[in-house]
């Protein structure tokens, strides 16, 4: 087991442009988690997938972004013209079901809109 | 609202030294989890310890313990006989009840200096 993997790991993009995020959780964990980190501040709670149906998201979460989790493994988040608020760390973290759900967090990538 | 409060942005302490990170949290719920996330520059975060609320008696995890005040929704963590390798920002976070996510602090910056 390798953990939670997130590729690319840096981004910059122009203001207006389209990216798209991976995530891929530990392998046998069913929840998979979207987190922003702003400089400075603790993450932010994006959205929630169980295993594929995505069951929970953020205001945060404004209609430029769209989290995918097709068959219940890897994610896709995709932010759609972006803006340089966008700018931050995105975090994935993956959990199990079971007692205490812990979360494990994944190297996180970072967005830079110029 | 349930909200996590950690008012040290930053701190230092010498190495082999024993130096405590505060964190309060609100919440109407009587049974959560609490947990302590270490961030090590450019590097992912990971688990450092976790507490049920349920549970009167303190977590510990080696050279970390955490003292937890459910009445007074503190949940300091306790970092003895500091090394180099702790340097990081600390995060208390936790899910509440009913939550998926994660509710996180501002963060602890701290610093071991040699």
């Known amino acids: 087991d390798t953990g939670v993997s997130q590729d690319p790991r840096h981004k910059i993009t122009k203001r207006g442009q389209n990216v798209t995020f991976r995530c891929d959780p530990i392998?046998?964990?069913?929840?998979l988690y979207w987190y922003r980190q702003t400089l400075g501040q603790g993450p932010e709670f994006l959205t929630y997938?169980?295993?594929?149906?995505?069951?929970?998201k953020s205001r945060l979460l404004s209609d430029r972004f769209s989290a995918e989790r097709p068959k219940g493994s890897f994610s896709t988040l995709e932010i759609q013209r972006t803006e340089q608020g966008d700018s931050a760390m995105y975090l994935c973290?993956?959990?199990?079901?079971?007692?205490?759900?812990?979360?494990?967090f994944g190297p996180g990538t970072r967005l830079t809109v110029t | 609202a349930q909200t996590v409060t950690q008012s040290q942005p930053e701190m230092s302490v010498q190495e082999a030294e024993t130096v405590t990170l505060s964190c309060t949290y609100d919440?109407?719920?009587?049974?959560?989890?609490l947990f302590w996330y270490k961030q090590p520059p450019s590097r992912q975060m990971i688990l450092v310890i976790r507490?049920?609320?349920?549970?009167?008696q303190n977590a510990t995890e080696n050279r970390f313990s955490v003292n937890f005040q459910k009445a007074a929704k503190s949940f300091s963590l306790k970092i003895s006989d500091s090394q180099l390798g702790d340097t990081a920002m600390y995060f208390c976070?936790?899910?509440?009840?009913?939550?998926?996510?994660?509710?996180f602090g501002t963060g602890t910056r701290l610093t071991v200096i040699p």
């Open positions: 973290a993956s959990s199990g079901t079971g007692y205490l759900n812990e979360q494990y």
């Open positions: 392998s046998e964990h069913n929840r």
């Open positions: 997938f169980q295993n594929e149906a995505q069951l929970e």
């Open positions: 919440t109407s719920e009587s049974n959560y989890y």
């Open positions: 507490q049920e609320a349920y549970k009167q």
């Open positions: 976070a936790s899910p509440f009840t009913g939550a998926n996510n994660l509710f």
